[in-house]
């Protein structure tokens, strides 16, 4: 008796709309393209992203009457990322955006055919997305977030001179993070400029690490693109205005937070410019005519009350 | 939903089948709370990533697996040797395994593996991708259950049942136990890093947090499996554990394919599994509630004779 009850569930679920759907049915004489946007979680910089992506779809002329956008975050969890994009080539989307590198991952993995946009990759070459960043070979193309690790350390050197030591703090499971930690490594080491990090593989752990950091005698801390640090953001504002350290960082949401200052990627730009490009996929171009896009427009951006509080001199960078 | 979320579903299903058989022998045949999973899924995958990515995706799943039993010995070695309590041995591993994965991927959180030769692109022949990756994990799992259930016939495989059941009773046998507890986690954690290696393959990169929640996963999907399943026996329990999985992501699939907000889907998965595990509860107040009614109208007609 409970295994017919165990099949019958099993049915029931089946009949909920299993269908091969070949062609989407509309009433109305156009048909409305689909979209699928994957996030990897919720988090400032990301939800940025995608709120400027979906801002500029409509400014070029792709609302809800030419499109039916579907958004599903994998919260972090790698099996629900791979149902996601399963659901999205099943449900035959005609461009797929992903936001966060293993999600791009995971799409790549679930379709050679209909076309992806990554956003905020930091390296989309190591990630294996593809390999020829200017005419992509394959249905992948996005926009990169790589940090100007250089112009960040020579905006240290303008506001507090002298830093004779950093102190780096991320979590080394975070690909992104690795990556920027690597070029500011190389970067430091040819200024003859020393450094220490301090690692924290989840949120929880993050002001412990930052609370040693301290304890080491450095004169800056600095903070790249790293998701779970940016979860206590806050937390290591305090804790290295306490300190009288300045923070330099690597995104734009982590100097609201409290960070000092960066020489930041504007999430809302590279939102914007990964909106164009997919709007040029609706618009039937191919990808490999749509080449990746590193955003090389970086703005300084800068916290005075963190500033106020550790007595540096911002104000040539305050708007008005 | 559609026909690739459900072909998808079954595929993840039963790649996922393997954790909760692992966490089969490790709960419910060896009675002890292996904590060591998310650790030793992630050991799997990044042992078979690397081999893969260096071109030998055949040793890569088979290293993973070795790797993965190595991983329960160090377990089991905690546990008897230095009579540490089970969970925390668990948790002593998990933890130390996120340093030697990393340490594994080459200091990486993330190795590609796109466009490298995988078992699924091996084995692909007269059928069409989808449907001999499908066939493929139909074999495994069901190759792994049938080794299992021979397994657990043999004297090794009677005296990790009976460790699980009654270790007094064991040791008053003069069958040494901590023999078989060592071979029973690294049985668990082989299987459950086998699961992880062939997880990385199927979706072609391997990542540090892959294995996160591997021990909540497996479990939901071995007690649906009972439920759901029943039977005493240990070919049920098989069974069950594989028909939970594939069960629970067809769920997923399902609570997917509804539209609804995104930040709902893990409450809307929550309350769907709740609604398929309480279907037995369900059921035995359905019937109470029938054999009310029917003893009130039997009490009815005795009383107007």
Known sequence: MKKIIALATALLLLCTGCSTK?????SQGAQKQKIGVIQLLEHPSLDEVRAA???ELKVQGYDESKVEIQYQSAQNDGTLANSINQKFVGDQVDV????????AQSAAASTGEIPIVFAAVTDPEQAGLLTCLDQPEGNITGTSDAIPVEKIFALADELTPGIQRYGFLYNPGEDNSVVTVEAAKAYLDGKGIDYVEATATNVGEVTQAAQSLTGKEIDAIFVPIDNTVAGAMPNVAQIAIEAELPCYVAADSLVNDGGLATVGVNYTQLGKQTGQMVAKVLAG???SEIPVEILRENQVVVNPETARALGIDVSQYTEN | MTAVAFLGALDLGLIYSLVALGLLVSYRVLNIADMTSDGSFTLGAAVCGILTAGGHPLLGILAGSVAGMLAGVVTG???????????LAGIITMVGLYSVNLMVMGGRSNITLLRTETLYTLSEGALPLEAGRLLLLCAIAFVVCLGLYSFFQTRLGLCIRATGDNREMVCASGVNPEGAVLVGLALANGLIALSGALLAQYQQFCEITIGTGMVVLGLASLIIGEV?????GLASRLLGAV?????????MAAALAADIPAYNLKLVSALLVAAAISIPALREQAAVYQLRKAGGRHADRSESV
Do not use: D, N
């Not at chain 1, 070949?22 to 509309?26: F, K, L, M, Q, Y």
């Not at chain 1, 797929?96 to 999600?103: K, P």
């Not at chain 2, 070695?77 to 969970?87: A, G, S, W």
């Not at chain 2, 028909?243 to 769920?251: D, E, F, P, T």
């Open chain 2, 77 to 87: 070695l905690l546990q008897t040797k230095l009579r540490v309590q089970p969970i």
């Open chain 1, 96 to 103: 797929i955006i992903a936001i966060g590198t293993s999600v």
């Open chain 1, 22 to 26: 070949t062609a989407p049915s509309s």
């Open chain 1, 285 to 287: 171009t191919p990808i």
């Open chain 1, 53 to 55: 992506i979906l801002e």
């Open chain 2, 228 to 232: 759901l399943v029943g039977g005493e």
């Open chain 2, 243 to 251: 028909a939970g999985s594939v069960l629970y992501r067809i769920l």
